[in-house]
């Protein structure tokens, strides 16, 4: 007998066990009822199944706006919230375009057993370029954005460059004044100032502006990981605004993923069926049900 799962969901997995067992597997009888019927829903590929999903789910929560809450409220007593929802998937790369769909929505989400695109070192060193730009005087953002390769001084300059904002504290020193300190620092602090004095003029434009130089400048073209952070500054009016909602909507997430602590409530989990194992959800969305996937075939 089977004491956690429907009926149904009993007899589905047990009709796909079937094929890649014994001829002739012992039934398994659940002790849970019925329960509400499977859904299949088909899709052209990978990109639509994201959409399909995350309509789904806004669809059931009531929509992602006020407005759309107050419609669905009127319609139904049925609500949910979205940490509800599980939707597993078996490799990274289904739920890569699954975090973009997510994004485009605006929906939250935590990405669980992954890496999400924020961890992409394209990615942390632009946004780390753009937080020191915003806030010159912060010496955390200054330490930052000195790991960046093009302006990262040698083990022994950079030591000095510490110690000299320890001293300094809490204020943060001059790039020039950095200079004057730490002459061993030269090379980098100058390449940062370069860099400083060409994309601060940038600030006034839209953040993909902004992000498109310096993907034509330092980076590369191909990485998915960066073109799922232009995808985000299209929705965003300034750079600050962009980083506001990376560190409120979606970074804070991916911390919570690697540190201990509580995870944040109210968010759809997106996650591997292998890190399912022991979870319950009263929704669950399983992504790439089709033959030669689920399971993989070699």
Same mark, same amino acid.
């Given at each position: ?73 009127? !319609? ?13 998937? !078996?490799?990274?790369?289904q739920a890569t375009a699954l ?118 400048e330092c980076g590369d073209s ?35 993923? !690697? ?40």
């Open positions: 007998s089977n004491y956690l799962f429907t009926q149904t969901i009993v007899q589905v997995a047990q009709a796909v066990i079937a094929r890649h067992s014994a001829p002739h597997p012992v039934p398994v009888q659940a002790r849970r009822g019925p329960g509400v019927p499977l859904q299949l829903c088909t899709a052209s590929s990978a990109l639509a199944e994201g959409i399909a999903v995350v309509r789904q789910i806004s669809h059931m929560v009531g929509g992602a706006d006020m407005t759309q809450a107050d419609q669905h409220r009127a !319609r139904t007593d049925d609500t949910r919230s979205f940490s509800d929802f599980a939707v597993l998937v !078996r490799t990274g790369q975090e973009q769909c997510f994004l485009q929505e605006g929906l939250p989400y935590r990405l669980l057993g992954q890496t999400s695109f924020l961890a992409a070192p394209a990615v942390r060193q632009v946004l780390a370029f753009s937080r020191y730009l915003l806030q010159p005087a912060d010496t955390l953002r200054f330490l930052q954005v000195l790991d960046i390769g093009a302006f990262r001084p040698a083990k022994t300059a950079l030591r000095k460059l510490r110690q000299v904002l320890q001293q300094e504290a809490p204020a943060c020193p001059t790039l020039s004044a950095c200079l004057a300190a730490v002459p061993a620092a030269c090379a980098p602090l100058q390449a940062l100032t370069q860099a400083v004095a060409r994309y601060t003029p940038l600030l006034t434009e839209p953040p993909v502006t902004f992000l498109q130089r310096w993907q034509a191909t990485d998915a990981e960066y073109l799922c952070l232009l995808r985000c500054a299209e929705r965003s009016l300034s750079l600050a605004s962009l980083l506001e909602m990376l560190l409120l909507g979606t970074e804070a997430d991916y911390e919570s993923t !690697r540190v201990a602590g509580p995870l944040p409530p109210e968010a759809v989990t997106i996650m591997t069926m292998h890190a399912a194992k022991g979870l319950e959800f009263p929704v669950i969305f399983l992504c790439g049900a089709e033959e030669g996937f689920l399971p993989i075939q070699a």
